[in-house]
């Protein structure tokens, strides 16, 4: 049986078992709507850029304007953008078959919650959210609402500063939701990895979380990815693999790029939903719309 028929077969034996299906999605998820990627946002004025200084702790303390007007951009985009059809088609799966499917994003934008999906596992946080810098002094904390209007704004008592709710890098995912989505890849028997390079921990880990858990991951990407493994439908790893820092709850970077990629999985996810296939260079959206609405 090829891949893409063993995929459709498998997800739609998943239907209704709490659980089952757990997919995973990265910017590439929200690229069809016209969000730029972390790295696509960095053109123009902010190609000159670090990624450190506008995504860190230490590079918005150093120049606090520079990284809220980056996000004041980020932010207007994400307001302008819809959702596409692969948001809609998971949020219709899901309504449809309550509890079958555990949606974990890295995106930090709101469409999969616009599309109805309202009980994603964000990894990296909310976009459009602000919180303190610090923590408050007041006993009972300050109302982020209460803030001055400033760039960035700040409290009117003590000078705090407002940052966005995003996570950066060097700081640790918050444990609740990190904890929630090693359940969710530990207890899956398919997970789609859709969108997403495997670049980043401890999000990358969670493919390799579900594989030695005995799960099948297949990968939906357009772009070279950075997971450890030869084949985008994989089976379990020898009993000696090893994890490549997968239990790590910092964000940061995989240090070494692997050889999944290339426009075959992308292809191949085409194959298991709508039986044609796609051509090179097609988005990784397309594919789980495509397999989201053949599923249902």
């Not at 932010?75 to 974990?104: K, Q, T």
């Not at 609402?145 to 500063?161: E, K, M, S, V, Y």
């Amino acid at each position: 049986m090829p891949p893409w028929a063993e995929a459709r077969t498998l997800v739609q034996a998943l239907r209704g078992r709490p659980g089952g299906l757990c997919v995973l999605t990265g910017a590439g998820m929200s690229a069809e709507s016209g969000i730029p990627t972390f790295r696509d946002a960095l053109t123009g004025l902010w190609a000159r850029f670090d990624p450190a200084e506008l995504a860190s702790e230490a590079g918005f303390r150093a120049h606090p304007q520079r990284v809220w007007d980056w996000y004041a951009m980020r932010r207007d985009g994400v307001r302008r953008a819809e959702p596409n059809a692969g948001h809609h088609a998971l949020a219709s799966h899901a309504r449809r078959w309550p509890g079958g499917l555990v949606l974990v994003t890295q995106n930090v934008d709101d469409l999969h919650q616009r599309a109805g999906h309202t009980d994603a596992v964000r990894l990296h946080g909310d976009i459009l959210a602000d919180r303190w810098l610090q923590p408050c002094p007041q006993r009972e904390g300050c109302a982020t609402t209460r803030a001055q209007a400033g760039r960035p704004p700040r409290c009117a008592d003590c000078g705090n500063l407002l940052r966005p709710g995003v996570v950066w890098f060097g700081e640790p995912l918050p444990w609740a939701v990190l904890e929630a989505a090693q359940q969710a890849a530990r207890g899956c028997d398919l997970m789609l990895v859709v969108g997403t390079s495997g670049a980043v921990y401890p999000a990358a880990g969670l493919a390799r979380i579900a594989r030695d858990a005995s799960a099948r991951v297949v990968m939906f990407v357009t772009f070279p990815a950075a997971l450890r493994w030869s084949s985008p439908f994989t089976p379990r790893p020898a009993p000696n693999a090893k994890s490549n820092g997968s239990s790590s709850t910092a964000c940061s970077r995989a240090r070494s790029p692997g050889t999944v990629g290339s426009a075959s999985p992308t292809m191949w996810a085409s194959d298991a939903i709508s039986g044609t296939r796609a051509g090179r260079g097609a988005l990784s959206a397309i594919a789980i719309s495509t397999a989201a609405h053949r599923l249902n």
